[in-house]
């Protein structure tokens, strides 16, 4: 009898879930956000006063809130179960663009403001989220356990440095099961060959053809791990990767900073691919990367980005007065980053090898195999800023720049992005999760 009204009251919370503040005024406190809402609906009016006095028509303006982060969205018309519905939509589709990250509510009908902070019903409507939290959780867990899946790093066969595999999806995100039927090691092993033919291609290296070294199961399968987040799609930041590596790291354990760990995330976010050093992601449900060619191309992109390439050594490299790094080729038509691949002839280009003195090369990176004599680790170099050997005057001048304004700027850098960076405490320095004190502070270069 529990599990069926167990059943029962998740059917009730779901079942309107897909517009589950439309025409609902707000009752929550949003006193960060409420002078800046009441500063638009009234510039509305303004605009628009000859339109409220018509009464065939009626306004409704949709709001969400977060501290002092806010989102809204306004339209008239005369069908009101279309105008709320639309309205609402657009209200939460700008809470994610701008981060907001909250349910929207109404705030005005035509002339009225009508979102009232109601202490006992703010409390109703948090327990009700915490219900329906907990029921989807629980129903989650049970049918995400499917046989041959794994929820967690399995015992490694080695010590060595790896590429670790997530296959990846928000709360509400649908279980198409590319962990288990094949999809992602058929797509991973395509990438892994044209590493090694365009490795040994490369014009400038010493034609050894090599591959990335990736985690294996001790059954010689590859070891993938099954994540659900616990946030819903529409809870995630607009650059999902900002809420699934802190996510990954502290939720899941994954800290091994000998491994890189790469998401096959089946959802949707502002790009393909996006990755920095320790962590990265393709999104499957991106527009840019419908076939599985086009995932695997964008897999290899995004992994030379775990490596730190490319970086402000390499003069081909887009960097603004070594202010602003992009990772990417000055010339894009170049195509030679992996991330247009002709499988017949895949091309690397100059990261790969070159002869720029302090300066790493990819070839050397610890994460290839065949592994070449003194490798970088890009932890050390990107994340620490243990440079060794690779004290280039651009890594120099950047960490000068950093050290003088004694914290971290995101622009400010001469790699890709270091992804255990916890950017909650940038304003006092630079930290990484993990790691004990302000590196800024360590360092004597």
């Not at 059917?11 to 025409?23: K, R, T």
């Not at 809204?72 to 069908?79: E, R, S, Y």
């Not at 989650?140 to 440095?161: H, T």
């Not at 195999?369 to 651009?394: A, S």
Request: some cysteine.
């Amino acid at each position: 009898m529990k599990k069926i009204l167990g059943i029962v009251v998740l059917g009730l919370l779901l079942s309107g879930n897909a517009y589950a503040g439309v025409n609902e005024p707000g009752v929550t406190s949003i006193a960060g956000c409420d002078k800046s809402l009441k500063y638009q609906f009234k510039k509305i009016k303004k605009k628009h006063s000859k339109e409220f006095k018509k009464k065939k028509q009626t306004f409704v303006l949709y709001a969400s809130c977060d501290y002092d982060k806010y989102s809204w969205a306004a339209n008239k018309g005369k069908d009101l179960e279309k105008l709320h519905k639309k309205t609402y939509k657009q209200c939460m589709k700008n809470s994610k663009k701008y981060n907001v990250n909250k349910e929207c509510y109404l705030y005005a009908l035509n002339e009225e403001i009508v979102w009232k902070y109601d202490k006992a019903k703010a409390s109703a409507v948090l327990k009700t989220k915490l219900a329906e939290a907990k029921l989807l959780k629980e129903k989650n867990a049970a049918m995400d356990k499917k046989p041959g899946r794994f929820f967690e790093d399995q015992p490694d066969v080695n010590d060595d440095y790896q590429i670790h595999f997530n296959y990846l999806l928000a709360q509400d995100s649908e279980d198409r099961e590319w962990d288990i039927n094949g999809k992602m090691e058929k797509i991973i092993l395509m990438a892994n060959k044209w590493m090694e033919i365009s490795t040994s291609k490369n014009k400038k290296g010493d034609k050894v053809p090599r591959k990335y070294k990736l985690d294996y199961r001790s059954d010689g399968k590859l070891d993938i791990t099954f994540i659900r987040m616990d946030k819903k799609f529409w809870e995630l930041h607009e650059y999902a990767n900002n809420d699934i590596t802190p996510f990954l790291y502290k939720g899941k354990g994954q800290t091994n900073n000998k491994k890189i760990y790469f998401n096959f995330a089946d959802i949707n976010s502002v790009d393909g691919g996006e990755a920095g050093i320790g962590f990265g992601s393709i999104f499957l449900r991106n527009k840019s990367v419908k076939t599985n060619k086009r995932k695997a191309a964008i897999a290899l992109h995004e992994l030379l980005h775990t490596q730190g390439m490319g970086t402000n050594c390499m003069p081909w490299i887009k960097s603004s007065d070594l202010k602003s790094l992009s990772g990417h080729l000055k010339n894009y038509d170049q195509r030679t980053m992996l991330n247009a691949v002709d499988p017949s002839n895949p091309r690397i280009g100059k990261i790969y090898a070159h002869n720029i003195d302090k300066c790493p090369q990819f070839m050397n990176s610890v994460y290839l195999t065949p592994t070449r004599e003194d490798p970088y680790d890009p932890y050390k170099i990107f994340c620490l800023f243990e440079l060794g050997k690779y004290k280039h005057p651009n890594y120099l001048h950047i960490i000068k720049k950093l050290k003088k304004a004694g914290r971290y700027n995101w622009k400010t850098r001469f790699a890709s992005s270091c992804k255990t960076r916890d950017n909650r405490k940038d304003s006092q320095g630079y930290y990484l999760f993990g790691v004990e004190g302000n590196i800024l502070k360590k360092i004597n270069y």
